[in-house]
DNA sequence: ACGTTTGGCCCAAACGTTTGGGTAACCGCG
DNA sequence: CGCGGTTACCCAAACGTTTGGGCCAAACGT
């Protein structure tokens, strides 16, 4: 039979078994270089330290918790993990997170505002020091109460309201696939806008959409259709796309789920991707370069985001500002949407 | 400018402003129906009520744990959370948590062993009631030292060491892999096993290779290739099958991610996939269907495993015995392992 | 020689709960 | 009228820290 799990050790054993006040102790053990440099002599320090890992001591992170009034935790929201995007982020966080000694709750409000509402409660409740919101909607109304309440958080993935963000240069990603469809010659092009609420979706075809009225070439409205952010949001919204008019010659979705429900979408009607009919998503997940027809998109830095964003609510929970950071993103350009590479994948099958 | 954050209510506070003790109030609000019942009257017991919720109570969680030495949290370890998998699996246990009161932390450990024992530690450090490990390694050492600790704790998506554990029968699911393939006609078949320390690939593996004993036809050493669970383990493995012997008639690869690594490979090497070589990977993710080859896959129920395993700890916490639950997975046939599937889906994109 | 500093430590309160044990007032009952 | 039993509370200790304020003795300054 294991161990019982013995009592864990405290402040007060191990003050007890060097005859000394337990507040001694715990200056000893952690006051920051600077303070408490009278707390005790160094033999005295030495003995403490000594003692205190040989009896494998850990703080109590609730009594110091509640003492100080600072939980060390930090809550964050997203839509939902299972988006390897939004797991990516959190990736970053949790990494970050932990080199500050933080740590964090995480958990999928699935874009249900209500859902968003409640989780934050639950989240709060919990005494967390700050927020992270992965999940912002542009109609900010609640995370201006949220702010009003005087809780520290910042956004990452979706900007809203003002708030400090830390987000991937959505306008500018979608400015340079527009570039890159231009170059290829297109001038029929449609948009998979995603989710009217997300920023994402918003600023990415913003940013496709303005190059392409630059070039002369406006959008038409009909070519824009929003759709779920996963695959079958893609293909429902390509399907809609199909029925309304002529094909287009390439099609930008905002993301590379969807642009996979795009692809099957496509297939489902005969297009050939790369040859037909070019595709581009956002994002750079890993299955797009080892797609039948690897996927021409714009790599965001998923990971430093979160890092970044948790950096920036530190700063918040140190009383400064926060601030807005636009990160920069990178086309990467592959058959779906490459003439030459097209044909170079093509003569090998066939070879 | 928003409001000060407000000291948050305390117990101390609706007594007071109700000329009661805060222990009257403590157990009013928080008594479990049967005890305590005699705390207070029902006029008072209403006045309570009607109070705290009118000021927002919540109850400090910190002083709760630090008081009842118990803090409804509970530590989970993942190899990582971009891997849709774990992804998938952790977000059923954290909804299954939150139905029971508890909260979740979660961090990854890329599989790597000191990482394991680091966060380990750090999450214990953090007081949890017990931990779910979904990142078991089959050399079970570490975790049977967790266990001889008196840590409780179970695990999931992956078993070791005899230790509670919620997984997919991934043996009978390997075993219907090569049924299946064996109702095709295949005959030499190979197969990307992947990390060989995690019990779902070994016994996958074991599942599909004893399925093909049986029928007569055992598979060689050479046809085995081990890999990451990643694309580009899948790429890796499939390459280096390739380069062994002649080109084995259909292919099972542990995951799906890998599988698609594995479709990159064949493509480069101008092989068609349904066509050409058949392709098998397992847990169903949202993207098998949507391929441009959808792809035979088994589908694993990874949310209710993560249900399960949180079920399972509660039990655990409550002094119950861990009990190992082997879910059923379930075969999932598409294009990339079906002739008539793929005829049809060709005649599609042909006509 | 005597006041002042300072080094090295102790004291005690406080953070917000929970919980085992009171204790008055009241009720019913014989 | 006296007594046991409720009912409706209150009391206080405890959980493990942190932290502002002591206090005593030794070292220092003049």
Redesign the interface.
């Given at each position: 039979m294991?161990?019982?799990?013995?009592r864990?050790v405290t402040l007060q054993m191990i003050a007890d078994q060097l005859g000394l006040h337990v507040s001694t102790v715990s200056r000893v053990l952690h006051a920051k270089p600077g303070e408490g440099l009278r707390a005790a002599s160094s033999p005295t320090v030495e003995r403490v330290r000594r003692l205190a890992d040989e009896l494998g001591y850990?703080?109590?992170?609730?009594?110091m918790?509640?003492r100080t009034q600072r939980?060390n935790l930090i809550g964050v929201l997203v839509p939902?993990?299972?988006d390897?995007v939004l797991?990516?982020i959190?990736?970053g966080i949790?990494?970050a997170a932990?080199e500050h000694g933080l740590?964090?709750?995480?958990?999928?409000t699935r874009d249900v505002p209500e859902v968003q509402r409640a989780r934050t409660e639950?989240v709060?409740?919990?005494?967390v020091d700050g927020m992270i919101f992965g999940d912002a909607h542009s109609d900010s109304g609640f995370l201006d109460e949220v702010?009003?309440?005087?809780?520290p958080f910042v956004l990452v993935n979706r900007r809203a309201g003002g708030h400090p963000a830390v987000v991937c240069d959505d306008y500018l990603g979608g400015r340079m696939v527009a570039e890159h469809l231009l170059e290829q010659g297109h001038q029929d092009v449609a948009v998979v806008a995603g989710e009217p609420y997300a920023s994402t979706g918003v600023d990415r075809t913003g940013g496709f959409a303005d190059r392409f009225r630059e070039a002369g070439l406006p959008i038409p409205e009909h070519r824009i259709v929003h759709s779920r952010f996963?695959?079958q949001g893609g293909?429902a919204g390509t399907e809609r796309l199909l029925a309304t008019g002529p094909l287009p010659s390439a099609v930008f979705v905002v993301n590379d789920?969807g642009a996979?429900?795009t692809?099957?979408a496509l297939?489902?009607h005969?297009l050939?991707?790369g040859a037909d009919i070019a595709v581009v998503g956002f994002n750079d997940t890993?299955?797009a370069?080892?797609?039948?027809?690897?996927l021409t998109t714009v790599r965001s830095p998923m990971r430093e985001m979160g890092r970044r964003g948790l950096r920036q609510l530190v700063r918040v929970l140190a009383g400064e500002p926060g601030e807005t950071e636009l990160l920069r993103p990178e086309l990467i350009v592959r058959a779906s949407s490459d003439r030459a590479q097209y044909e170079r994948?093509m003569a090998?099958?066939?070879?």
């Open positions: 294991g161990a019982k799990k013995a864990p850990q703080r109590n992170p609730h009594a918790s509640l939980s939902r993990l299972s390897v797991a990516t959190y990736e949790e990494e932990a740590s964090t709750f995480v958990t999928n639950m709060l409740g919990r005494r702010a009003a309440r005087g809780v996963d695959a293909r789920f996979i429900g692809i099957g297939r489902d005969g050939r991707v890993p299955l370069a080892e797609l039948p027809v690897p994948l090998k099958v066939a070879g």
